[in-house]
């Protein structure tokens, strides 16, 4: 798929255009004509950049990624996590939860959207997490056999849902921090 003819700019405009309307109308109202009409381009172009709808906003929202685990390494797992909270701000934190939110239906509804999240977000972010765990078990901090290890993914992604739903706010760092340090390095650490 190139994007050569796109510069980086105007790449950036449409991603950004395709997240306003993500929050404004959410998934299964975002249309291509939409997104041309908002951003003075033609459809045309739109799908011969990205092919679909799902690919158009999956490329967004990892567009829209503030670099997380795959640039982290601070000598320790607590110091990770941290380094990984501090990269994002709590606006963009609401907004991104926000954003999940609402694909979270759309999601169970297409697959399509689905598979486009799992290849551009999903897979690469649990990869490089994945990482970060991984050179905490080299450096001694966690058990290679600790159980837990396989669902800190789960446990971190279910903040963001969790909190909105008892709550009824959005995580942000501090609640994320707090989160980490009562909840996920404990359970990692435990035998």
């Given at each position: 798929?190139t994007?050569?003819r796109?510069?980086?700019?105007?790449?950036?405009?449409?991603?950004?255009?395709?997240?306003?309307?993500l929050?404004?109308?959410?998934?299964?109202?975002?249309?291509?004509?939409?997104?041309?009409?908002?951003?003075?381009?033609?459809?045309?172009?739109?799908?011969?950049?990205?092919h679909?709808?799902?690919?158009?906003v999956?490329?967004?929202?990892?567009?829209?990624?503030?670099?997380?685990?795959?640039?982290?390494?601070?000598?320790?797992?607590?110091?990770?996590?941290?380094?990984?909270?501090?990269?994002?701000?709590?606006?963009?934190m609401?907004?991104?939860?926000?954003?999940?939110?609402?694909?979270?239906?759309?999601?169970?509804?297409?697959?399509?959207?689905?598979?486009?999240?799992?290849?551009?977000?999903?897979?690469?972010?649990?990869?490089?997490?994945?990482?970060?765990?991984?050179?905490?078990?080299?450096?001694?901090?966690?058990?290679?056999?600790?159980?837990?290890?396989?669902?800190?993914?789960?446990?971190l992604?279910?903040?963001?849902?969790?909190?909105?739903?008892?709550?009824?706010?959005?995580?942000?760092?501090?609640?994320?921090?707090r989160?980490?340090?009562?909840?996920?390095?404990?359970a990692?650490?435990?035998?």
């Open positions: 798929m994007r050569s796109l510069t980086p700019e105007r790449e950036n405009e449409l991603f950004e255009a395709v997240l306003d309307l929050r404004e109308v959410g998934y299964d109202s975002l249309t291509m004509d939409a997104v041309a009409a908002r951003t003075r381009s033609s459809k045309a172009t739109l799908y011969r950049q990205w679909s709808k799902p690919e158009l999956a490329a967004a929202l990892q567009h829209n990624q503030v670099a997380g685990a795959h640039e982290v390494d601070t000598g320790s797992l607590r110091g990770d996590f941290r380094a990984m909270l501090t990269a994002a701000d709590d606006l963009q609401e907004k991104d939860s926000a954003l999940l939110r609402g694909l979270v239906h759309a999601i169970h509804t297409n697959p399509d959207l689905h598979d486009a999240l799992r290849k551009k977000l999903i897979e690469p972010e649990t990869a490089a997490l994945n990482r970060v765990l991984r050179r905490a078990v080299e450096r001694g901090e966690i058990g290679a056999d600790n159980p837990a290890v396989e669902f800190v993914p789960h446990m992604l279910g903040a963001f849902f969790t909190l909105q739903v008892i709550e009824d706010r959005d995580p942000g760092r501090d609640f994320l921090t989160y980490i340090d009562a909840v996920v390095l404990p990692l650490e435990a035998r």
